[in-house]
């Protein structure tokens, strides 16, 4: 009798095990379709774009014919969006049940950067950021000019930022001259010719000297600060004045 209780026990586990084993079977064979069948993009939403192309994000994430919300390849289409004009960094995330979030972090533009018949709106680091703008709405811009240029311009900006941030917005124009060294032109039409090595100790002498003699106030036409310790400062008709900026 006992025997016989014990084999219906083990029939009765061996059914309990088997139907356990094809649930099993069903639910990994089944479940993960029927989740992608219900989990599909349907919505990308997009936040913080100011300059570059909505549609054209929106695009791009299009591009991924799938579908499927829970396999959606996340870095290979944030590298893909980040490769866009103006975006400088996006950040991408899935919104069950069938939405796709792109968050943009733009570049902002600083400055053109003039290259033969080319122009290049560049942020303050000298990224491109897009290639032949519309000049109409960034005549405010500070233009760079010079071979190489836009690969030097951060490190003026940080010179001019730790040394003389006012003068920025004096500058219309920046030129890289030889390879080397910096011009500035500023909005009266006046150049200040900056040495090849210690910019920010002639910018900070130059700062000292405005802050004096009023400078950019008269008709000055130039300010050479190549030699170190010394300003030379030209007139309309040529004629050069010298001063010492360590006594500044």
């Not at 993009?41 to 570059?52: A, D, F, H, P, R």
């Amino acid at each position: 009798m006992l025997q016989l209780i014990g084999k219906y026990i083990n029939n009765f586990l061996l059914v309990i095990l088997l139907l356990s084993t094809l649930i099993i079977v069903i639910i990994l064979t089944f479940i993960p379709s029927l989740v992608n069948n219900f989990a599909t993009i349907e919505k990308i939403e997009v936040q913080g774009t100011n300059y570059s192309d909505l549609a054209e994000i929106k695009e791009t994430i299009l591009e991924y014919k799938e579908k499927s919300l829970i396999h959606f390849p996340i870095e290979e289409y944030k590298s893909k969006v980040e490769q866009l004009d103006w975006i400088k960094r996006a950040s991408i995330k899935r919104k069950f049940p069938d939405t796709i979030y792109v968050s943009i972090i733009e570049n902002l533009p600083f400055a053109i950067f003039i290259e033969g018949i080319n122009q290049y709106l560049i942020d303050d680091d000298g990224e491109i950021i897009s290639k032949n703008p519309d000049n109409s709405k960034y005549l405010e811009l500070v233009r760079v000019t010079g071979s190489n240029g836009n690969l030097n311009f951060s490190d003026l900006i940080r010179e001019i930022n730790t040394s003389y941030p006012k003068i920025l917005n004096r500058i219309i124009e920046v030129e890289f001259i030889e390879n080397r060294r910096w011009n500035l032109i500023l909005k009266q039409n006046i150049k200040i010719k900056l040495p090849e090595k210690n910019s920010s100790y002639q910018l900070i002498k130059l700062k000292q000297l405005q802050e004096e003699q009023k400078l950019f106030n008269t008709n000055i036409i130039e300010i050479d600060l190549r030699e170190i310790g010394r300003a030379t400062i030209k007139v309309p008709g040529g004629e050069e004045l010298k001063t010492g900026l360590d006594e500044v």
